[in-house]
């Protein structure tokens, strides 16, 4: 499980036990309802933080997914606060149920950082995209430029990253994560052979995003 949980798992495990003894010695219906929401609050917790080992690519030209979801869309836009070119973006629903930590997807040097305050619109929506709390990162691989987000969604009103400008970046490594639902996007050059499609359920620090291809 991930760290970032426990600060809510133990008050809730704390608080499952005590009303479970008071309702044991006290069996009133009304402990024992709420002894099994606070059981339930814990179970749930517990699911939602889970951390599970990932296979990461050996290929060292593949872009890895950085989040668990959904693809909703991809499309060719322009970018301009870190690629300055069309680009291709890429973005992924993570749903409450999904895994919610976030992974690096491909190896490189942090060389760009922002962090942006902002709304809490449902993180399927597309104005969640520029108009949603974010953090907002670049990578630099010997071969290619990717930027990436976090977003918040309706219900995720914490984002956490761990990256900041000058790290070395790790493909697969876990570097944040974001609480509750929420929305991933990356941001690829054309010259990315993207190998996923609209309504795809990736896996992040395994789903092969895209591949860089060979120069000619």
């Not at 290929?59 to 950085?66: G, M, N, Q, R, T």
């Not at 291709?88 to 919610?100: A, D, R, W, Y």
């Not at 996923?196 to 990736?202: H, R, Y």
């Amino acid at each position: 499980m991930a760290r970032e949980g426990l600060i809510l798992v133990l008050p809730f495990l704390f608080l499952a036990i005590i009303f479970s003894g008071i309702a044991y010695f006290y069996p009133f219906l009304i402990l024992l309802v709420i002894s099994v929401i606070f059981w339930a609050g814990t179970f749930f917790l517990i699911y939602f933080f889970r951390d599970p080992e990932r296979t990461i690519p050996d290929d060292e030209l593949a872009i890895v997914s950085p989040a668990d979801g959904k693809v909703l869309s991809i499309e060719e836009t322009v970018e301009n606060e870190f690629l300055n070119e069309r680009v291709q973006k890429i973005s992924i629903f993570m749903s409450p149920l999904n895994v919610h930590i976030n992974r690096i997807p491909l190896s490189g040097k942090v060389d760009y950082f922002r962090y942006m305050k902002g709304k809490f619109f449902a993180a399927y929506k597309p104005e969640s995209s520029a108009q949603n709390e974010q953090t907002i990162i670049g990578i630099t691989h010997p071969k290619v430029k990717v930027l990436f987000k976090q977003i918040s969604g309706v219900l995720a009103r914490r984002i956490i990253c761990y990256l900041k400008i000058g790290d070395s970046a790790q493909k697969g490594r876990r570097f944040g994560l974001i609480k509750f639902g929420s929305r991933v996007e990356m941001f690829l050059p054309l010259k990315i052979k993207v190998h996923v499609v609209n309504n795809q359920q990736v896996v992040g620090g395994e789903t092969i995003i895209g591949v860089i291809q060979h120069d000619r």
